[in-house]
């Protein structure tokens, strides 16, 4: 029985298990198409530019949607909200396959991009009401492995798959893969700690209701959603100028960093759920502030391929610690009605980070250096590590009581 008295009683019930596999396959799906979507771009006869572009667009267009997606999760059925997007989201994926012009995939791209935020964000917040109150953060940190899974290895499966069929086979595996068992939920009871709108019969007299900022952002994570930032901010900088670095200063293998860093990360989300369900938040996220500091002290000094590789280990520990333990802490915290825009205040700070991360680093690596970029970076996390730790006090956290 998943469901007892109204509330989920069991974490690895079947729903949650059918969301976390379906969460696995989007990000396979989503981690195909990335890789080679500049390949497919060029063999239509875009130039290189043009390639990254279409490729960058996808990620602008989501971080545009992700506060609208929230406010659809919270005002329509997160099940039909979910099931709708991942299908037409599918479908998007199968029209890549029959592009043959520029302006067309960047269509397909945009619409690709605001499907991927709703459908993600549906999906965490329909996995989250399907996860005991108590165990939040430990079924959050499961949820989130399947984000590592399917992006450490659907880069070289879709890549196969594009050599041995082609383009349009690729992208027609893909869609199947991502439309069809969000079907299966259709057959998924939900619990009553899921607030689903329903429409009042008296209609007439009732206004329209209006969408305020309030349904698009939700303030009180606002900081943790920046303190998150900072960990993709990071990772947006290692991921496109890592390799530059390690060329500059002849360090050999430097892909063994992401090797590793993936690694530690994919073991730090299976475990560090069930200690962020019984520890401090103010100390988990002080101490993956401070792994990240260590981290980017050691990037910003490395002449060796042992330092860079210390380096992804820290990396991993704070990135993981660190935004489970707050993602995890904000859908406990957040009022049944509001989980669809917590979700999106949470993937917000990503987004961000992720977005303008490289654009930084670039800015900065060119006119002072690669290390300037780390010494730079260790600044804002100690303005976010104070600005943290001051919001903690003024709320008067406290470590959540013994079981």
Not at 58 to 68: D, E, K, Q, T, Y
Not at 76 to 103: D, E, H, N, R
Not at 243 to 268: E, K, M, Q, W, Y
Request: hydrophobic share 50%; with cysteine.
């Amino acid at each position: 029985m998943e469901i007892e008295n109204g509330e989920v009683k069991k974490l690895w019930n079947g729903t949650y298990i059918l969301l976390s596999l379906i969460n696995i396959l989007t990000n396979l799906g989503f981690s195909m198409v990335t890789t080679t979507i500049s390949l497919y771009t060029v063999s239509i006869g875009a130039s290189l530019s043009i390639a990254g572009t279409v490729a960058s667009v996808f990620s602008f267009a989501a971080l545009l949607v992700r506060p609208i997606s929230g406010a659809f999760v919270d005002r329509f059925q997160k099940k039909k909200l979910f099931i709708i997007s991942s299908v037409l989201f599918g479908a998007v994926v199968f029209g890549y396959a029959f592009v043959k012009s520029i302006p067309m995939l960047f269509a397909i791209r945009i619409l690709h991009g605001v499907l991927f935020s709703v459908s993600t964000t549906a999906n965490m917040a329909l996995a989250s009401r399907f996860i005991p109150k108590k165990r939040v953060a430990e079924g959050m940190g499961y949820f989130n492995a399947g984000v590592m899974i399917g992006q450490a290895i659907g880069p070289a499966i879709g890549i196969d798959i594009k050599n041995a069929l082609g383009f349009p086979w690729l992208y027609a595996i893909v869609a199947i893969s991502i439309s069809l068992p969000p079907l299966l939920c259709l057959f998924a009871k939900m619990p009553a700690n899921i607030v689903e709108p329903v429409r009042s019969v008296n209609t007439v007299s009732q206004k329209k209701p209006r969408i305020s900022i309030n349904d698009l952002i939700a303030k009180q994570f606002l900081l943790y959603a920046m303190v998150s930032c900072m960990f993709s901010f990071y990772n947006g900088i290692t991921n496109s100028f890592m390799v530059f670095i390690g060329d500059a200063r002849n360090i050999p293998n430097i892909s063994l960093f992401f090797t590793v860093s993936s690694i530690v990360l994919l073991a730090v989300r299976i475990l560090i759920g069930k200690v962020s369900d019984r520890k401090s938040l103010t100390l988990l996220v002080n101490c993956a502030l401070a792994f990240t500091v260590f981290s980017m002290a050691c990037t910003g000094l490395a002449n060796t391929l042992w330092l860079i590789l210390v380096a992804a280990v820290f990396k991993a520990l704070g990135q993981g610690i660190g935004y489970v333990s707050l993602q995890g802490e904000a859908l406990k915290r957040a009022d049944a009605n509001r989980v669809g825009v917590a979700t999106s205040t949470m993937y917000i700070g990503n987004d961000i980070g992720n977005t303008v991360g490289p654009i930084v680093g670039g800015v900065i690596s060119q006119a002072s250096g690669y290390a300037a970029v780390f010494n730079i970076s260790i600044g804002l996390v100690a303005i976010v590590f104070v600005a943290f730790n001051l919001y903690q006090k003024k709320i008067g956290y406290r470590k959540p009581a013994a079981e």
